[in-house]
T-cell receptor, first 117, second 114 residues
Framework: AQTVTQSQPEMSVQEAETVTLSCTYDTSESDYYLFWYKQPPSRQMILVIRQEAYKQQNATENRFSVNFQKAAKSFSLKISDSQLGDAAMYFCAYRRGSNFGNEKLTFGTGTRLTIIP | ETGVTQTPRHLVMGMTNKKSLKCEQHLGHNAMYWYKQSAKKPLELMFVYNFKEQTENNSVPSRFSPECPNSSHLFLHLHTLQPEDSALYLC?????????????FGEGSWLTVV
């Protein structure tokens, strides 16, 4: 079974600074996807960034980027130029790759990110 | 607005009540999911439906009864719940193929069982 581990229950960062959230996972699959979701106080789970395991290039979305280390099974999220609106719970998630769209997500326990003004 | 709408957003029910949570997706997806989010626990997958057919039941107690009448709608019928069932229930959907298999979530329904 796949597992996702987030070892940092809470993190804080000064506004405009950079912060990195850690995530490790365990799988025997070779084809899979990794995601970071953000859950603000509104509780809606919002996709931040996605990484396909077969891609060596790290995914980037504006101020958000990942460091994907497939051999180490590590998938960290870097947030640059942190903004107050980035304050939220961040969840790392794993999904097995397949030809069908109904594969489940396995989530980590989350990291609560606080932005200090 | 992610295209996945859940109602009601908040629900308080007694242990003997019967209520339902509703989810509707406007994204043309074919797979729909129910997740449960409890305090200090990872999100737990409850059910998966693919083209209206249930493809996964993650050992969920029978007091939770899902229904998927079509690919756009998903219900979670609740009866004789326990206080420990109080949680945020998240509905999600994903396409059959394409768009990187991304799952899109609704805003959740807060359930309190008293």
């Amino acid at each position: 079974a796949q597992t996702v581990t987030q070892s940092q229950p809470e993190m804080s960062v000064q506004e405009a600074e950079t912060v990195t959230l850690s995530c490790t996972y365990d799988t025997s699959e070779s084809d899979y996807y990794l995601f970071w979701y953000k859950q603000p106080p509104s509780r809606q789970m919002i996709l931040v960034i996605r990484q396909e395991a077969y891609k060596q290039q790290n995914a980037t979305e504006n101020r958000f980027s990942v460091n994907f280390q497939k051999a180490a099974k590590s998938f960290s999220l870097k947030i640059s130029d942190s903004q107050l609106g980035d304050a939220a719970m961040y969840f790392c998630a794993y999904r097995r790759g397949s030809n069908f769209g109904n594969e489940k997500l396995t989530f980590g326990t989350g990291t609560r990110l606080t932005i200090i003004p | 607005e992610t295209g996945v709408t859940q109602t009601p957003r908040h629900l308080v029910m007694g242990m003997t009540n019967k209520k339902s949570l509703k989810c509707e997706q406007h994204l043309g997806h074919n797979a729909m999911y129910w997740y449960k989010q409890s305090a200090k626990k990872p999100l737990e997958l409850m059910f998966v439906y693919n083209f209206k057919e249930q493809t996964e039941n993650n050992s969920v107690p029978s007091r939770f009864s899902p229904e998927c009448p079509n690919s756009s709608h998903l219900f979670l019928h609740l009866h004789t719940l326990q206080p420990e069932d109080s949680a945020l229930y998240l509905c999600a959907s994903s396409p059959q193929q394409g768009t990187g298999n991304t799952i899109y979530f609704g805003e959740g329904s807060w359930l309190t069982v008293v």
